[in-house]
């Protein structure tokens, strides 16, 4: 009986120097936080570049956009076959279209108005941006024809050239020579054809210049 209390006093003894030894003991530190590392800080933005300003479009216009400045000549144009070109596709016969494709070596079987093998010679701008056929109505009708622009170039540039400035507005506009008009006025079609005389009854006002 003593020896167990006994032995029970000596269990309880070091159980408390265990404890007390414990608390003693110097706590281990905490490890210093690692920092957080600095942000990289944000790369400056590459600015934009500057868009370079588009340069302005040049339409079609239709000839009688060309009448207020030049009566003469929209006069003396209104006259000839150029006016009526696309009229002039509408009214063929099948004679008439059975000769031109023997002549032109087409194969256009019915409506020339429509066939792309007779527009390209026959309205203003065919297939060209801003030309014929616009979604327009009224502009696409001012453009069924030969009009001023097929020789000269599309007009918009030209009319936005202040009235004062004379050789900016003579500058925006093409001066056909005789290789512009054989485009469509080919050997076959015109055999005999006369530049410097076709371009005096267009023109009553000298506007176009011989070839080079």
Same mark, same amino acid.
């Given at each position: 009986m003593i020896k167990r209390i006994l032995a029970f006093v000596v269990m309880g003894v070091l159980a408390t120097s265990v404890v007390a030894l414990? $608390? *003693?003991a110097p706590k281990v530190a905490d490890a210093p936080k690692v920092a957080d590392a600095p942000k990289v800080a944000d790369a400056p933005k590459v600015a934009d570049a500057p868009k370079? $300003? *588009?340069a302005p479009k040049n339409d079609y216009v239709g000839s009688k956009k060309c009448m207020p400045c030049h009566m003469k000549i929209y006069k003396a144009w209104a006259e000839v076959k150029h006016a009526h070109a696309f009229d002039g596709l509408k009214a063929t016969t099948p004679?008439?279209?059975k000769a031109m494709n023997a002549l032109l070596k087409t194969d256009v079987k019915e409506k020339p108005e429509t066939a792309?093998?007779?527009?390209?010679?026959h309205v203003t701008g065919?297939?060209?941006p801003g030309g014929?056929?616009?979604?327009d109505s009224l502009k696409n009708m001012a453009l069924a024809a030969v009009g001023c622009e097929m020789c000269h170039g599309p007009g918009s540039r030209h009319m936005a050239v202040p009235m004062s400035d004379k050789e900016g507005r003579r500058k925006a506009v093409l001066v056909p020579t005789v290789e512009t008009c054989k485009k469509?006025?080919?050997d076959a079609i015109s055999p005999k054809f006369d530049f410097a005389e076709r371009s005096k009854k267009v023109h009553p006002v000298v506007a176009a210049a011989p070839a080079k």
């Open positions: 414990a $608390a *003693d370079v $300003a *588009d004679e008439q279209l792309a093998a007779c527009l390209g010679c065919y297939q060209q014929y056929p616009a979604a469509c006025h080919t």
